[in-house]
Nanobody
Framework: QVQLVESGGGLVQAGGSLRLSCAAS????????MGWYRQAPGKQRELVAT???????NYADSVKGRFTISRDSAKNTVYLQMNSLKPEDTAVYYC?????????????WGQGTQVTVSS
């Protein structure tokens, strides 16, 4: 089992910055990717950014150039640096981890952290 705990959300004005953290614990072996997703009221959960065990990153077009995902393997923690925040970034942000167990992908989710961007 993998447990994920997010932190760092809050209220910020447009143009400001926030840094989200996600700490993973439990059966962290064979985690091949971690990422951040977000869900705004009335909308589907969407990909924000991912990072693989090899360091490959992927970003949603809406956040490219503004958000940066990174990891600290020693701390089993992934970060999301969010700059130039816009009101449309307002959402609950969820940490995700994908673990390969006997060749079958398993996904784990954190409880989420609220990010609110005011105009």
């Amino acid at each position: 089992q993998v447990q994920l705990v997010e932190s760092g959300g809050g209220l910020v004005q447009a143009g400001g910055s926030l840094r989200l953290s996600c700490a993973a614990s439990g059966s962290i072996f064979s985690i091949n990717a971690m990422g951040w997703y977000r869900q705004a009221p009335g909308k589907q959960r969407e990909l924000v950014a991912t990072i693989t065990s090899s360091g490959r990153t992927n970003y949603a077009d809406s956040v490219k150039g503004r958000f940066t995902i990174s990891r600290d393997s020693a701390k089993n923690t992934v970060y999301l640096q969010m700059n130039s925040l816009k009101p449309e970034d307002t959402a609950v942000y969820y940490c995700n981890a994908e673990r390969i167990v006997m060749g079958i992908p398993r996904n784990y989710w954190g409880q989420g952290t609220q990010v609110t961007v005011s105009s």
